[in-house]
């Protein structure tokens, strides 16, 4: 769907914690990469799973190892 966030799509978001921007892409298995810019991410990932189905200006709180965030989308890009 157009405007959602979903498998293959580029996702900008903003941790509304540290107010810090990053963009992941929404990959399959052994298309992972997590150097660069554009951190190439499982569909099946917390963050992943998430934020699917959202749209730019929603919000998603995440539990990490690390701690919760709480994310919000700020850009869709899709591919295809």
Sequence with gaps: PKGVVAFGST???KDL????EET????????????????KILTTSPIA???M???VGESVEVTLPRGARKLEVVKIVEHG
Aim: glycine share 18%.
């Design 11 to 13: 996702v900008t978001v």
């Design 49 to 51: 799973k998430a934020l």
């Design 17 to 20: 914690g540290l107010n810090e």
């Design 24 to 39: 992941y892409e929404f990959v399959g298995p052994g298309e992972e990469d997590y150097d660069g810019p554009v951190m």
């Design 53 to 55: 189905g959202k749209k």
